[in-house]
């Protein structure tokens, strides 16, 4: 099995290592770098649990291997939340919204919608609700994700929040 | 968006924000594969690929070589840890021995006979793809027709029968199908049913000290765990501990460990070193015990005015190999007469094993009562030439027939169906909508409503080890409010509701109560999440601890404050003296003088802020009630179901959080939609699983999920605090409500529905839609 160096930015510290081809980024991030709020719920890129943000895009970290992210900058739900510990705007209107039970498949929809509202972007409701389709919850039946990603879109929410 | 502020010192029945979903929306979480300790192994299985036969040889040499490997384990090398399981009824319920690897026989695919131990599961998996095992291959039985007649797949049995489940005879039932004005008949094939937690099983066993054990695993409560690890290996329950911070979703699947989760702990002991097993989804999609593949018929006679005089059901269920615990069905026959006017029933179930993986449970391990009851019912309703909603008015139990006990002997005091469908079509109007489906009709569109009623049995549900909870609450010195609680949550909020109940007892700020459900040595026994009861008997315990520390504070008060009991109030962290001029002290005041200044107290009291109470409901029965509607668009070139609209008009006695019931709701109906529309877990006739993705095992996603409208009933049950259960109620019900949609939409077509096979999937209902067209 092949060995190779990588070099990424994971939640704005520099990490470097030296890692087998075959490493999924999901098991690098969990196992080697020890993000586990990265979720591996299916490993063939169906759930959506373990989604992250690579380059600015929302990723399925099962689906890629970790010597892809070579000069990649990761960000994991971990990374998401600033130093103040306030919540993401996303993470708030999850949580206001009862959007989640278990929590399982949660990180990977925030990361979703992180990456779609992130900037100046102002997505409309539609199409969050379309790439919420990309991720399976068994818990909720979707009904507090889509008003939170509803709230989101009328901009209820672009203030973070300390609570 | 954000939750309504809360009146003063009133939480239960508010919508208040989770208290867990902070660590679980920004990665704090802790699930089982989150674990590390140091010099931690890692399991894989090597799994029979055949369904059935003798294993003649295995070779381990390539496999035990790998570097990086350091034990392939068979059920030998387990020595006395091979041992039997126990089961989530903590006492024998009969069935085939099973232990955690088969021995020399292999009795489905996926069969565990060897478990790989190694530096990484990555090494573990290519350890497990070298280990060659020469099977004597047999000839499988696969569905429950191949049980009746095929050869038994456990040997040293006669039969396939798993189990046998019926009502006493009575001479005088076919009289009543004789002289009935109309007797109907209708039968379902329900399709096995992968529970699809998102986190698959997992567990993390660390052996230390002289046989004592830490793990960490995906379970429905850490006691229950502890104690079936404990009966399983002969060992004491104390030297066990389990600790479950999170998990990913139970759903009946995690209501006990089962072989792999005992192979990897096994395995610990045998090493002496750390072992960790993480199912992945081709593991769970084949060898995680599944749930439902039913057959049920049922005959149902009425009298001219179309009340039900007799319902006759004939019932078999799939066990697989191994299941959890053998069934045919008992809990469908006790709850099939549902809460109808109903006085003959009769009720014939077998269980039949196959070769394939076993059979677990699912939430609402019955429904197949509700689906066949509420579906033959609507046959009925049509035969007879009544609408569905009618035929339920003239039979479901009204208030003025209860007390009320069924045929099967389950009492029914105080359930309320009627007045939820009462309730129901308040908001829906029918008459409007009736002239809508005609119109749409007329253009070749085709629209279906779906009614169906029920009542769902909670709490205790009649299962011993379920009746009980136990609260432990200690008011700390520094004023804040710890309760360890036996409950137990895979995303059932109970952190927040548990805290809600006592926070507004104790008339203290939510924020200063924390609820610890994690961990089995730090709290008493309960079975945790299992039979929607924890609202109710977790609820009642944590009410009555409650109120043990209410008295006492209130005495310390009054002997500190010169008042009398009575007068003393307990509200916004403030103990209060009613009648004076803002006497009160803090909470940490009282606290202090509870804990270090005992000559303050008065003479005859303990030190210390703490209690602890063990809360039986005194019914073995807590009934949920509720009816649903839905209304469904069929597309009728492509047989694609539409869901447009789906109200849920329910009473589940007073609501803790009405956000959280509505979740549980929503939850369960979005799985109903699923099994109905989506989901199944299929094999070849060799008895391959022929669904062992989520591309080919289909979930509801957002887009197959409606937006759902509630109605609360709060009828406050006879319990402590007044809840009702509402886990299960939602998948239960959702079923048949839809059925009943898709089937009313395809009234046009002329269709029987006199034999349903699940999922409904588009190309079936085009067949429906052919085959009378034809």
């Known amino acids: 099995m092949s060995e190779h160096q990588i070099q990424t930015v994971i939640n704005g510290q520099n990490v470097q290592a030296r890692i087998e081809a075959r490493l999924t980024l999901s098991d690098f991030l969990r196992v080697n770098v020890g993000y586990t709020g990265v979720h591996v719920g299916c490993e063939h890129g169906v759930c959506g649990a373990c989604t992250v943000i690579v380059d600015g895009r929302a990723v399925r970290s099962c689906l890629m291997l970790a010597v892809q992210a070579e000069g990649a900058t990761i960000i994991t739900v971990e990374g998401l939340t600033p130093q103040d510990g306030a919540l993401h705007p996303v993470q708030r209107a999850l949580r206001d919204a009862h959007g989640l039970q278990c929590g399982f498949c949660t990180p990977g929809i925030v990361m979703t919608l992180a990456a779609l509202t992130a900037g100046d972007e102002r997505p409309s409701a539609e199409t969050l609700i379309n790439a919420l389709s990309g991720h399976l919850c068994r818990c909720t039946g979707y009904q507090g994700m889509r008003r939170a990603v509803k709230a989101l879109a009328a901009g209820e929410l672009t203030e973070r929040d300390h609570s | ?774």
């Open chain 2, 1 to 774: 968006m954000s939750a309504p502020p809360t009146a003063a010192g009133r939480y239960v029945g508010e919508r208040v924000l989770r208290k867990e979903d902070t660590r679980l929306l920004t990665g704090r979480s802790v699930f089982v594969d989150d674990v590390v300790v140091a010099g931690m192994l890692h399991a894989a299985f090597v799994r029979s690929q055949i369904a059935r036969g003798k294993i003649k040889s295995m070779d381990l040499a390539a496999a035990r070589l790998l570097p990086g490997v350091r034990a392939v384990l068979t059920a030998q090398d387990l020595g006395p840890y091979s041992t039997q399981l126990s089961t989530f009824h903590m006492r024998d319920v009969g069935g085939p021995r099973v232990r955690p690897l088969s021995v020399d026989y292999v009795t489905y695919v996926g069969d565990p006979v060897a478990i790989v131990i190694a530096e990484s599961r990555y090494i573990a998996e290519d350890a497990a793809g070298l280990v060659l095992v020469d099977y004597e291959a047999e000839q499988p039985v696969v569905t429950i027709d191949d049980a009746k007649t095929g050869a038994p797949v456990h040997p040293a049995w006669e039969s396939n029968v798993a189990a046998v489940d019926q009502t006493p005879d009575n001479p005088d039932f076919e009289k009543i199908f004789a002289g009935a004005a109309h007797v109907v008949t209708g039968a379902i094939k329900h399709q096995r049913i992968a529970q699809s937690t998102m986190e698959t099983r997992g567990v993390l066993s660390t052996p230390h000290g002289e046989n004592e054990l830490t793990i960490h695993i995906g379970c429905q409560s850490p006691h229950a765990a502890a104690r079936c690890i404990s009966l399983t290996f002969g060992m004491p329950e104390t030297h066990i501990r389990v600790i479950a911070k999170d998990v990913g979703g139970g759903f009946g699947l995690k209501s006990q460990p089962w072989r792999e989760e005992i192979a990897a702990i096994a395995a610990s002991m045998v090493l002496k070193r750390p072992v960790k097993w993480i199912e992945d989804r081709l593991e769970a999609l084949t060898s995680s015990n599944a749930a439902r593949e039913q057959e049920c018929t049922v005959r149902m006679a009425f009298d001219g005015d179309a009340k039900l005089l007799g319902v006759d059901v004939e019932y078999a269920i799939n066990n697989g190999a191994y299941p959890h615990m053998p069934d045919a069905g008992s809990a469908v026959r006790l709850f099939f007469p549902g809460p109808y006017r109903l006085r003959n029933f009769r009720f014939k179930g077998h269980g039949w094993h196959t070769n394939t993986v076993g059979l677990g449970g699912y939430r609402g391990p019955w429904a197949m009562e509700a689906l066949a009851r509420e579906t033959v019912l609507d046959i009925a309703a049509r035969r007879i030439g009544i609408d569905p909603i009618e035929i339920r008015r003239r039979n479901l139990l009204t208030a003025a027939d209860q007390p009320f006990t069924t045929p099967t002997g389950i009492p029914m005091e105080d359930v309320t169906p009627l007045e939820c469908l009462d309730q129901l079509l308040k908001v829906f109007d029918l008459g409007a909508f009736r002239a809508e489906q005609a119109a749409a009709r007329a253009e070749g569109r085709y629209l279906g409503l779906g009614v169906a009623t029920y009542v769902e049995p909670t709490a205790a549900v009649g299962i011993d080890p379920l009746w009980s909870d136990v609260a432990q609450i200690r008011i700390e010195q520094s004023g804040k409010v710890t309760a360890t609680l036996s409950t137990h949550s895979q995303g059932h909020g109970t952190e927040t509701t548990m805290a809600q109940i006592i926070a507004e007892r104790l008339g203290v700020r939510l924020e200063d109560v924390s609820i610890h459900q994690d961990d089995s040595t730090r709290g008493g026994f309960g079975p945790g999440a299992a039979g929607s009861r924890q609202a109710v008997i977790g609820g009642g315990a944590a009410i009555k601890a409650a109120d043990i520390l209410v008295e006492k504070i209130k005495r310390i008060a009054a002997h500190v404050l010169n008042a009398n009991p009575d007068d003393v109030r307990l509200e916004a962290g403030l103990v209060r003296v009613t009648g004076t001029e803002e006497v009160s002290r803090t909470m940490c005041e009282i606290a202090q003088i509870a804990y270090v200044e005992p000559h303050r107290l008065p003479a005859d009291m303990e030190m210390g802020l703490e209690a602890q109470y063990r809360y039986r409901p005194s019914s073995y029965f807590t009934h949920a009630s509720a009816a649903h509607a839905c209304i469904v668009a069929i597309d009728a070139e492509t047989g694609f179901v539409k869901i447009k609209r789906w109200i849920c008009s329910e009473d589940c006695g007073v609501l803790i959080n009405p956000a959280i019931v509505e979740g549980q709701i929503a939850g369960g109906v979005a799985q109903g939609i699923g099994e109905i529309l989506l989901e199944e877990m299929s094999f070849d006739s060799s008895g391959n699983p022929t669904a062992v993705t989520f591309k080919d095992y289909m979930l509801p996603t957002e887009a197959d999920v409606p937006d759902f409208e509630y109605i609360h009933i709060t009828t406050p049950s006879k319990s402590v605090g007044g809840f009702r259960g509402v886990g299960e109620g939602g998948i239960i019900i959702s079923a048949p409500t839809l059925v009943n949609a898709i089937k009313d939409a395809l009234t046009p077509f002329n269709v029987s529905w006199e034999h349903i096979e699940l999922p409904l999937t588009p190309s079936r209902i085009i067949k429906f839609m052919e085959s009378v067209a034809a």
